[in-house]
């Protein structure tokens, strides 16, 4: 799931580049205000990106954490389970022995 978010984020990133690179190149402005422009675009363009990616680390993190705590519940379930089955085997043996 993170990768499919992570993915629609990086298409909606170079799109949204494009787009300005684009608008950018046929307004009637001068060099140097295209290139501050750009400079300015190119800068809140890593700034998005650079907070979509922290989320998605975060997000991450978290998941891995939970499937950690769900692995150590379902071990301590297992567990249960095979000492249960123990103690049921342990007295079908003295009942029947």
Same mark, same amino acid.
């Given at each position: 799931?993170? +990768?499919?978010?992570? =993915?629609? #984020? #990086?298409?909606?990133?170079?799109?949204?580049?494009?787009?300005?690179?684009?608008?950018?190149?046929?307004?009637?402005?001068? $060099?140097? +205000? #295209?290139?501050?422009?750009?400079?300015?675009?190119?800068?809140?363009?890593?700034?998005?990106?650079? +907070? $979509?990616?922290? +989320?998605?680390?975060?997000?991450?993190?978290?998941?891995? /954490? &939970?499937?950690?705590?769900?692995?150590? /519940?379902?071990?301590?379930?297992?567990? &249960?389970?095979?000492?249960?089955?123990?103690?049921?085997?342990?007295?079908?043996?003295?009942?029947? =022995?």
């Amino acid at each position: 799931m993170a +990768d499919r978010a992570a =993915g629609k #984020m #990086m298409w909606f990133a170079a799109g949204l580049g494009l787009g300005t690179a684009l608008a950018m190149l046929y307004a009637p402005t001068s $060099g140097r +205000d #295209m290139r501050r422009k750009i400079a300015e675009k190119t800068s809140q363009g890593r700034t998005v990106l650079a +907070d $979509g990616s922290k +989320d998605l680390y975060d997000k991450g993190k978290r998941m891995v /954490e &939970r499937g950690r705590r769900l692995a150590e /519940e379902a071990s301590i379930l297992f567990e &249960r389970g095979r000492k249960l089955v123990e103690e049921v085997m342990g007295n079908d043996e003295y009942a029947h =022995g």
